[in-house]
Every structure is written in C-alpha cells, then in structure tokens.
C-alpha cells in the first residue's frame, strides 16, 4: 500500500494534524518525544506513517536522539519508492528562528537538510506550517519560511506545497485538498498516462 509519511521536529504537532486530518486518535502529547517508532494508520486506500520526531526530546540522551534521527533516515530510504508524498510539518512560531541559529553557526539545519534529502529520493513534499493559531504576522512568517527552504517569496507563490495550519483547532486549510491533488496526480496508471500523451 503507498504511503504518506508525516515528517518534522518533535513537538511540532505531526501526530496532532494526522488525528486532525483522519480523526484517528494517535497518542499525541506535550512533551517532545512521544511518538517514537513510524505508526501506521489507513487513509482511503493509502497508509499514513506517523513518524517519530528529530531534535531535542523529553528524557532522551542525546545519543539517543542522533539514533532515532539515523532511523529516521534509514527508513525513509528503504520505503522510499513506496512513499508517494511527504507532509513535512513545522512549528511556525520557532522554524525561522532555529534555521538561523544552525545558519549562523555554519551549519545545515536539519529541516533543510531533510527537505533536500525527500526531493533527492523523488519524494513530493508538502510542508505544513503548524500553529499558526499563534502567529500574528502571517504573511512575514510564511514569507521567512518559503525562504528558508529555498522558495523565493512571497510565499503565495508556492500554495502548491506550503500549507499554513493550525493542527489543535481542527484547521487545516487546504490541507486535505493538497495531499489529494497529489495523490491523483501520481495515480495516473503508466498505460493511462501513456494514452493521454500520444
Ligand atoms: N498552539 C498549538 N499547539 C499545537 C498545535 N498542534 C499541536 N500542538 C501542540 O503541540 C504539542 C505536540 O503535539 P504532537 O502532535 O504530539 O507533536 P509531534 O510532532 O507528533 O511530536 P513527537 O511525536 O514528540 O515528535 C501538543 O501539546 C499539541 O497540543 C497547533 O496547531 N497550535
Ligand atoms: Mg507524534
């Protein structure tokens, strides 16, 4: 079965906008850490894969913390032709923040880092911007987002793949109509599309 898999920092709300999107209730928490192996959940006739979170958790060394993002990685690559589309979801209020902070350090945040790993395996990526339910300049802030990952602003250039949401209120924009999009787009079965292009 293909797959949607929900990738990001802990803490973010990953497991928050899957119970949001499926009404499916997944084990979500406060603090960091609480999803800690891929949890598959039925989505139509997909799966959706709730991925553990990277960077700082609750009560984790931090050599425990590198081995989860390790498998982390190592799973993505081995499913990586059956991921069909990627939900990378961040904390509004914190991702610019972060991002220069590695930045100025000289080093390669790891949500880039990982953004540009999906699109290495040819994985389609939908970023989710969460909590924006704490946001109050919400152009600027997905302004300094788009950038951040590398899409020139404004932002509204890119509604394709950012998608501002607000996970705990129930919010999620057009969130569900994107993942559909894409879905559908790459369902297009090889002898179909090999018709529709002669
Ligand atoms: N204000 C606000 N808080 C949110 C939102 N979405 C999630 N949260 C909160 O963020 C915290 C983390 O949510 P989770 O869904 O467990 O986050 P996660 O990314 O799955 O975390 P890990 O499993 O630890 O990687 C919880 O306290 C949520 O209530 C949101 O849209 N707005
Ligand atoms: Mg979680």
Redo the contacts with the bound molecule.
């Keep these: 079965m293909k797959e949607i898999i929900?990738v990001?920092?802990?803490?973010?709300?990953?497991?928050?906008?899957?119970?949001?999107l499926t009404g499916i209730k997944?084990?979500?928490?406060?603090?960091?850490?609480?999803?800690?192996k891929p949890l598959h959940l039925p989505y139509q006739k997909f799966q959706i894969t709730?991925?553990?979170?990277?960077g700082y958790?609750?009560k984790v060394t931090k050599q425990g913390q590198e081995a989860i993002k390790d498998n982390i990685v190592h799973y993505i690559e081995q499913n990586s032709t059956n991921i069909q589309l990627a939900v990378m979801?961040l904390?509004a209020?914190s991702f610019v923040e972060i991002v220069d902070r590695w930045t100025q350090r000289n080093e390669i945040p790891v949500e880039v880092e990982l953004f540009e790993f999906l699109h290495e395996l040819d994985i389609q990526v939908i970023v989710a911007a969460?909590?924006?339910?704490?946001i109050k300049e919400i152009d600027e802030t997905l302004n300094g987002i788009a950038q951040r990952l590398g899409m020139t602003p404004p932002w509204k250039q890119w509604i394709d793949t950012i998608v501002p949401?607000?996970?705990?209120?129930g919010?999620i924009g057009i969130l569900k109509e994107l993942i559909q999009k894409n879905l559908e787009r790459k369902d297009i079965h090889p002898q179909v599309l090999s018709t529709l292009i002669k």
């Excluded at 990001?8 to 899957?18: A, C, D, H, Y």
């Excluded at 949401?165 to 209120?169: G, I, L, N, P």
């Design positions: 929900f990001g920092r802990s803490n973010v709300g990953k497991s928050t906008l899957i119970r949001a997944v084990p979500v928490g406060k603090l960091p850490g609480v999803t800690r709730d991925m553990p979170g990277f958790m609750s979801v904390n209020t969460n909590k924006m339910d704490k949401v607000s996970a705990k209120k919010k």
